[in-house]
């Protein structure tokens, strides 16, 4: 009986509406497959969005408007809710006060880390003292099909015996070092790395690891190693035709364009 | 050289080996009469077995007089190669069946050595593993014909333990005293013995038939010997060990 | 005699097929799934022996001897289905098994368990007896201190100190000794890293390990204390909960800023000052070097806890870790030959050479200047043309120095270096580097401004595992931020924005009231609530 009469009442609507939407932005969200917790200052934006929103409907007409600042009004004026009153007068100043605190006391946090993930590829590399023109380039192994299951055999021993620590198991980035490293290894497994890159870049990215990256990838702070010191050139390729042998990712191929090129 | 040591040390706990010898005589009946004795001989230079250090375990040392010895090598007075595991491999009637055995083999932990180093058992048979010494061992068999056991000796206790298949040998050990090691056979059949501190050894009550005969060494691997035998002789089955 | 036949044909049928079915249906997927993602690691036969297994210790789980570490049954029993399910879902934290559990489907790994039994004869044994023990309710008041002193107690009377240490950190006089039922090296768990227990982390999961053993290793069974009276079932959950506080409460989590708080005074110069136990203390992950060669796939050391203070003229810190050997010792030189010999296959390096007296080293590395930007030196101790500043401790000689590395293979000592105090106690080392924020020499050492992150990261070596040069345990960059003491005017403004908010509610209802007091909404708001 009571609670209807809360329910129907516009000041409790909109508060209700602004609680649930809070729960919702800050602890259901982040419980949706493939979504991370909501950023504080994204979480302001939404909630204003939403305030201004509530505010639209209790003004929307005149009846529901005034019966919106009923409560106000009575917290305002009303004798018996004079304790109410006394408790806004110091809770609304005390949080102002600790908000303001919060902002002026200045704490050193970790600088931004931007990062570009795919950084652009250079169009040729040397390779052990070889050119080697990445645009346009594909796995040479794959013009050997019936060789292809021997080839990706070997990189499968060769991921296991260099790659799995970092990048793991289930080819995820989460190899038990990778715990030990900032960025966290490359996730083959998300549609957002091997699955969106063509094969020579993945060549790029292996034969020259962190120190090969160009600045806005960071590469002082990679720990993929420069694997042209470990590996050879096929046994490369071979991991790669691994890698997307393992997820079931096809790699990206190169556009031809009219003059012949490749993009 | 190191004989005089290793008797010294043996005999610390030479009551307990006469009990653990007296748990392999005591076998039960046997249907034949036949018996296979011989001598482990040994030529060369036996190695000298590592000392033991037991300065982390002052009651252990204190039983001990002179320093003591792994036993991995135990060349006895006479030339004689003890701790060699004699048994039969195979020839056994197909009909021939076990007895039940009797009484448990008792495995005692004294003065951190096993006593006795190598021994035998009969399937199903219970082994008494008996801490003597009071202070912290655990005994790990580690048979791969087996399953494996380890189990924690903190006090003056006995755990028992048996075995289900037959294997020669399972490696027992004591992780706490990483020198702790024994050698057990596990056998379906009570043919098989143990040489002493004379380098001889008995199989006794054997029905008759033509055996293989294999002599087992902890370092120095394994020989074999055919042997025929009727009724109630005895036969001589003498092996030989070189240092390597 | 036809009709006999073919009667006889169908009922030897009928009692065989279902058999054949189930376990052909169960094996052969179970096979897909383990050839595709486990035997890299376990190998094709279940060996333990993959392309993946010489880069790792512990080694790979060998299936065919069917003896496995973590189980509800007792020593030496095969463990239940659950209990390598268990394994699979949950992973085996502490070494390179990962959680299965969402990386593969539920049918896919109930196939894969069915597979590994294959491996081994004795799951097909029928005599085999497997059966879970009968665990009892954990008892309460585990936390209090008159639980954990008997705990203590327990864990000095049974034994555990030989292989465990006198302060659990993995460091006893057994130790050293170690071998797993393979002849691989293995460490005496590190009792204060609970979340690197293999079995879990809980009271629970300890007091089950003691129960039932780990076998394959030396870790024995308790239980046949219990069953001979020698300890009851709860004196073994006191251990077990005693053992469970060595570490924190939760997994330590990562954070990315070390705060150095600014005191007045003098700083704890010594290890064991007690000001050290007031402070903030930051975890972080170390991992082996496998980046340059020669590659190290066996750190000894997993992590360090920093701690750091100033007083506005100078920087304390202080880096703790847990490490089984005060190296050099001789008698840690034939486990670490056995570690050298267990790792040697690792193809990319030259065979290590012979097992020899290395020291413990630590290095704490800082970029020359505190960048504006992002950028700094690689993380992996600079490069020739951009060098890093570190600090480089040794436990012989024992000294500290401050130098600036050009990659892995050099490092130029500054004549200027830290002061350094460390202690060995019990398996752990603690360390503390002192400096004064600003120095002379401006070009080379870092000049530790307040207010600002500084990167820093850690590097680790274990004398006694074989660790010197690139065989060692690194880690990423993080930040050292020296704190600015809060001054006084910084609560001016929010009382001033206090002082305004509360004003301006003041005014309004006072407002609002002289406006109610007049007859306005109020009357009418009270006038429709009466008809409701």
Request: overall charge neutral; proline content about 8%; charged content about 20%.
């Given at each position: 009986?009571?609670?209807?009469?809360?329910?129907?009442?516009?000041?409790?609507?909109?508060?209700?509406?602004?609680?649930?939407?809070?729960?919702?932005?800050?602890?259901?969200?982040?419980?949706?497959?493939?979504?991370?917790?909501v950023?504080?200052?994204?979480?302001l934006?939404?909630?204003?969005?939403?305030?201004?929103?509530?505010?639209?409907?209790?003004?929307?007409?005149?009846?529901?408007w005034s019966?919106?600042?009923?409560?106000?009004?009575a917290?305002?004026?009303?004798?018996?809710l004079?304790?109410?009153?006394?408790?806004?007068?110091?809770a609304?100043?005390?949080?102002?006060?600790?908000?303001?605190?919060?902002q002026?006391?200045t704490t050193?946090a970790?600088?931004p880390?931007?990062?570009?993930?795919h950084p652009?590829?250079?169009?040729?590399?040397?390779f052990?003292?070889?050119?080697?023109?990445?645009?346009?380039?594909?796995n040479?192994?794959?013009q050997?099909?019936?060789?292809?299951?021997?080839?990706?055999?070997?990189?499968?021993?060769?991921?296991?015996?260099?790659?799995?620590?970092?990048h793991?198991?289930?080819?995820d980035g989460?190899?038990h070092?990778?715990?030990?490293f900032?960025?966290?290894?490359?996730?083959?497994?998300?549609?957002?790395?091997?699955?969106?890159?063509?094969?020579?870049?993945v060549?790029?990215?292996?034969?020259?690891?962190?120190?090969?990256?160009?600045?806005?990838g960071?590469?002082?702070?990679?720990?993929m190693?420069?694997?042209?010191?470990?590996?050879?050139?096929?046994?490369?390729?071979?991991?790669?035709?691994?890698?997307?042998?393992q997820?079931?990712?096809?790699?990206?191929?190169?556009?031809?364009?009219?003059?012949?090129?490749?993009? | 050289?190191?004989?005089?040591?290793?008797?010294?040390?043996?005999?610390?706990g030479?009551?307990?080996?006469?009990?653990?010898?007296?748990?392999?005589?005591?076998?039960p009946?046997?249907?034949?009469?036949?018996?296979?004795?011989?001598?482990?001989?040994?030529t060369?230079k036996?190695p000298?077995?590592?000392?033991?250090?037991?300065?982390?375990?002052?009651?252990?040392?204190?039983?001990?007089?002179?320093?003591?010895?792994?036993?991995?090598?135990?060349?006895?007075?006479?030339?004689?190669?003890?701790?060699?595991?004699?048994?039969?491999?195979?020839?056994?009637?197909?009909?021939?069946?076990?007895?039940?055995?009797?009484g448990?083999?008792?495995?005692?932990?004294?003065?951190c050595?096993?006593?006795?180093?190598?021994?035998?058992?009969?399937?199903g048979?219970?082994?008494?593993i008996?801490?003597s010494?009071?202070i912290?061992?655990?005994i790990?068999?580690?048979?791969?014909?087996?399953?494996?056991?380890n189990?924690?000796?903190?006090?003056?206790?006995?755990?028992?333990r048996?075995?289900?298949?037959?294997e020669?040998m399972v490696?027992?050990?004591?992780?706490?005293?990483?020198?702790?090691?024994?050698w057990?056979g596990?056998?379906?059949?009570?043919?098989?013995g143990?040489?002493?501190?004379?380098?001889?050894?008995?199989i006794?009550?054997l029905?008759?038939?033509?055996?293989?005969?294999e002599?087992?060494?902890?370092?120095?691997?394994?020989?074999t010997?055919?042997?025929t035998?009727?009724?109630?002789?005895?036969k001589?089955?003498?092996?030989?060990?070189?240092?390597? | 005699?036809?009709?006999?036949?073919?009667?006889?044909?169908?009922?030897?049928?009928?009692?065989?097929?279902?058999?054949?079915?189930?376990?052909?249906?169960?094996?052969?997927?179970?096979?897909?799934v383990?050839?595709?993602?486990?035997?890299?690691c376990h190998g094709e036969?279940?060996?333990?022996?993959?392309?993946?297994?010489?880069?790792?210790?512990?080694?790979?789980?060998?299936?065919t001897?069917?003896?496995?570490?973590?189980?509800?049954?007792?020593?030496g029993?095969?463990?239940?289905?659950?209990?390598?399910?268990?394994?699979i879902?949950?992973?085996?934290?502490?070494s390179?098994?990962?959680?299965?559990k969402?990386?593969?489907?539920?049918?896919e790994?109930?196939d894969?368990?069915?597979?590994?039994?294959?491996?081994?004869?004795?799951?097909?044994?029928?005599?085999?007896?497997?059966?879970?023990l009968?665990?009892?309710?954990?008892?309460?008041?585990?936390?209090?201190?008159?639980?954990?002193?008997?705990?203590?107690?327990?864990?000095?009377?049974?034994g555990?100190?030989?292989?465990?240490?006198?302060?659990?950190?993995?460091?006893?006089?057994?130790?050293p000794?170690?071998?797993?039922?393979?002849?691989?090296?293995?460490?005496a768990?590190d009792?204060?890293?609970?979340?690197?227990f293999?079995?879990?982390?809980?009271?629970?999961?300890?007091?089950?390990r003691?129960?039932t053993?780990?076998?394959?290793?030396?870790?024995?069974?308790?239980?046949d204390?219990?069953?001979?009276?020698?300890?009851?079932?709860?004196q073994?959950?006191r251990?077990?909960?005693?053992?469970?506080?060595?570490?924190?409460?939760?997994?330590?989590e990562?954070?990315?800023v070390?705060h150095?708080?600014?005191?007045?005074g003098?700083?704890?110069?010594?290890?064991d000052?007690?000001?050290?136990?007031?402070?903030?203390?930051?975890?972080?992950?170390?991992?082996g070097?496998?980046?340059?060669?020669?590659?190290?796939?066996?750190?000894?050391v997993?992590?360090?806890?920093?701690?750091?203070v100033?007083?506005?003229?100078?920087?304390?810190?202080?880096?703790?870790?847990?490490?089984?050997?005060?190296?050099?010792?001789?008698?840690?030189?034939?486990?670490?030959?056995r570690?050298?010999?267990?790792?040697?296959?690792?193809?990319?390096?030259?065979?290590?050479?012979a097992?020899e007296?290395?020291?413990?080293?630590l290095?704490?590395?800082?970029?020359?200047?505190?960048?504006?930007?992002?950028?700094?030196?690689?993380?992996?101790?600079?490069?020739a043309?951009?060098?890093?500043y570190?600090?480089?401790?040794?436990?012989?000689?024992?000294r500290?120095?401050?130098?600036?590395?050009?990659g892995?293979?050099?490092?130029?000592?500054l004549?200027?270096?830290?002061?350094?105090?460390?202690?060995?106690?019990?398996?752990?080392?603690?360390?503390?580097?002192?400096?004064?924020l600003?120095?002379?020499?401006?070009?080379?050492?870092?000049?530790?401004?307040?207010?600002r992150?500084?990167?820093?990261?850690?590097?680790?070596?274990d004398?006694?595992?074989?660790?010197?040069?690139?065989r060692?345990a690194?880690?990423?960059?993080?930040?050292l931020?020296?704190?600015?003491p809060?001054?006084?005017s910084?609560?001016?403004?929010?009382l001033?924005?206090m002082?305004?908010?509360?004003?301006?509610?003041?005014?309004v209802?006072v407002?609002?009231?002289?406006?109610?007091?007049?007859?306005?909404?109020?009357?009418?708001?009270a006038?429709r609530?009466?008809?409701?």
């Amino acid at each position: 009986m009571n609670w209807r009469r809360y329910a129907d009442h516009p000041f409790w609507q909109a508060a209700a509406l602004l609680v649930a939407a809070f729960v919702v932005i800050v602890y259901v969200v982040p419980l949706l497959p493939g979504s991370a917790l909501v950023p504080k200052s994204v979480v302001l934006q939404y909630m204003a969005t939403v305030l201004v929103g509530v505010l639209i409907y209790v003004s929307d007409n005149e009846e529901r408007w005034s019966r919106f600042r009923e409560p106000i009004h009575a917290a305002l004026v009303e004798p018996r809710l004079r304790p109410v009153r006394a408790g806004l007068l110091v809770a609304v100043p005390a949080l102002v006060g600790l908000v303001a605190y919060g902002q002026v006391r200045t704490t050193v946090a970790a600088p931004p880390n931007l990062r570009s993930i795919h950084p652009a590829p250079p169009s040729e590399i040397t390779f052990r003292g070889k050119t080697i023109t990445l645009t346009g380039l594909d796995n040479p192994l794959r013009q050997h099909a019936e060789s292809l299951p021997a080839y990706t055999a070997d990189g499968k021993r060769i991921y296991y015996q260099n790659c799995l620590p970092c990048h793991g198991d289930h080819l995820d980035g989460q190899g038990h070092y990778a715990p030990g490293f900032n960025p966290l290894p490359a996730n083959f497994q998300d549609n957002g790395t091997i699955a969106q890159l063509t094969e020579s870049f993945v060549f790029w990215r292996v034969a020259k690891g962190g120190p090969g990256l160009p600045r806005e990838g960071t590469p002082w702070n990679s720990a993929m190693p420069r694997w042209e010191d470990f590996l050879t050139e096929r046994e490369i390729w071979s991991v790669i035709v691994f890698l997307y042998d393992q997820t079931g990712w096809k790699p990206r191929t190169w556009e031809k364009t009219e003059s012949g090129g490749a993009k | 050289m190191g004989k005089l040591g290793s008797v010294a040390a043996v005999a610390g706990g030479i009551g307990l080996v006469a009990l653990a010898l007296a748990g392999w005589t005591r076998q039960p009946a046997v249907q034949g009469g036949a018996s296979v004795t011989g001598k482990v001989k040994f030529t060369g230079k036996a190695p000298a077995n590592p000392v033991i250090d037991m300065t982390e375990e002052p009651k252990c040392k204190a039983k001990y007089t002179a320093p003591a010895r792994e036993q991995i090598v135990e060349v006895n007075p006479n030339g004689t190669l003890a701790d060699v595991f004699v048994y039969v491999k195979s020839g056994l009637p197909a009909s021939y069946k076990a007895p039940a055995p009797t009484g448990p083999v008792t495995l005692d932990q004294d003065g951190c050595r096993y006593h006795p180093h190598v021994f035998g058992i009969l399937v199903g048979q219970t082994l008494a593993i008996k801490n003597s010494d009071g202070i912290l061992h655990n005994i790990k068999a580690k048979g791969t014909k087996n399953r494996p056991f380890n189990i924690s000796q903190p006090t003056t206790m006995t755990s028992e333990r048996t075995f289900t298949a037959s294997e020669v040998m399972v490696p027992l050990e004591c992780n706490v005293h990483g020198w702790m090691h024994a050698w057990v056979g596990v056998l379906p059949h009570p043919f098989f013995g143990v040489s002493g501190t004379d380098g001889s050894y008995a199989i006794r009550g054997l029905p008759p038939g033509t055996y293989t005969i294999e002599a087992w060494h902890e370092k120095y691997g394994t020989q074999t010997a055919t042997v025929t035998v009727t009724g109630s002789e005895t036969k001589t089955g003498d092996f030989s060990f070189a240092a390597k | 005699m036809k009709a006999d036949r073919t009667a006889l044909l169908a009922a030897v049928l009928l009692s065989v097929y279902p058999a054949i079915r189930l376990s052909a249906q169960d094996t052969t997927a179970g096979k897909n799934v383990y050839v595709k993602w486990c035997a890299g690691c376990h190998g094709e036969t279940g060996a333990g022996d993959g392309p993946a297994a010489s880069t790792m210790l512990p080694r790979p789980r060998n299936f065919t001897g069917a003896v496995y570490k973590v189980r509800t049954t007792a020593s030496g029993q095969l463990p239940t289905d659950a209990d390598l399910m268990r394994a699979i879902d949950d992973g085996l934290p502490g070494s390179a098994m990962p959680a299965w559990k969402g990386r593969l489907s539920d049918g896919e790994r109930r196939d894969v368990m069915a597979y590994l039994k294959t491996f081994s004869s004795f799951f097909a044994d029928t005599s085999q007896h497997i059966a879970a023990l009968t665990f009892s309710k954990e008892p309460g008041g585990g936390a209090g201190a008159a639980a954990l002193k008997e705990g203590r107690l327990f864990y000095d009377s049974i034994g555990c100190r030989k292989c465990h240490g006198d302060q659990g950190h993995g460091d006893g006089p057994s130790a050293p000794t170690l071998k797993d039922d393979a002849g691989f090296p293995i460490y005496a768990a590190d009792l204060h890293q609970s979340w690197r227990f293999r079995g879990g982390p809980t009271a629970a999961d300890i007091y089950r390990r003691l129960r039932t053993g780990l076998d394959g290793t030396p870790m024995p069974s308790f239980s046949d204390l219990i069953d001979q009276k020698f300890l009851t079932d709860e004196q073994l959950w006191r251990l077990a909960q005693y053992v469970r506080s060595l570490s924190p409460a939760e997994t330590p989590e990562v954070r990315d800023v070390i705060h150095a708080a600014q005191i007045a005074g003098a700083l704890p110069a010594a290890p064991d000052d007690s000001a050290w136990a007031r402070l903030d203390r930051y975890w972080f992950p170390l991992v082996g070097q496998v980046i340059r060669k020669p590659r190290w796939f066996a750190p000894a050391v997993s992590g360090v806890w920093v701690q750091a203070v100033h007083n506005g003229r100078e920087l304390a810190l202080r880096v703790s870790w847990d490490d089984r050997s005060q190296s050099p010792d001789t008698a840690w030189l034939a486990f670490e030959r056995r570690v050298l010999e267990t790792m040697a296959s690792d193809d990319s390096s030259p065979p290590p050479s012979a097992a020899e007296p290395w020291p413990d080293q630590l290095a704490v590395q800082f970029p020359r200047h505190i960048p504006d930007g992002m950028e700094r030196p690689y993380f992996l101790m600079g490069a020739a043309t951009d060098p890093v500043y570190q600090w480089r401790w040794t436990s012989q000689p024992r000294r500290a120095v401050a130098g600036l590395a050009r990659g892995i293979d050099q490092f130029d000592a500054l004549p200027s270096a830290p002061a350094a105090q460390a202690v060995y106690d019990h398996g752990e080392w603690r360390v503390v580097f002192t400096r004064a924020l600003a120095t002379p020499d401006t070009a080379n050492d870092v000049q530790l401004a307040t207010g600002r992150a500084i990167p820093v990261a850690f590097f680790a070596w274990d004398g006694s595992d074989g660790e010197h040069g690139s065989r060692m345990a690194v880690s990423t960059w993080y930040f050292l931020a020296l704190d600015r003491p809060t001054p006084a005017s910084v609560v001016v403004s929010p009382l001033i924005a206090m002082v305004v908010t509360l004003g301006l509610g003041m005014l309004v209802i006072v407002r609002a009231q002289r406006r109610g007091g007049q007859g306005g909404q109020g009357g009418r708001g009270a006038g429709r609530r009466s008809g409701v």
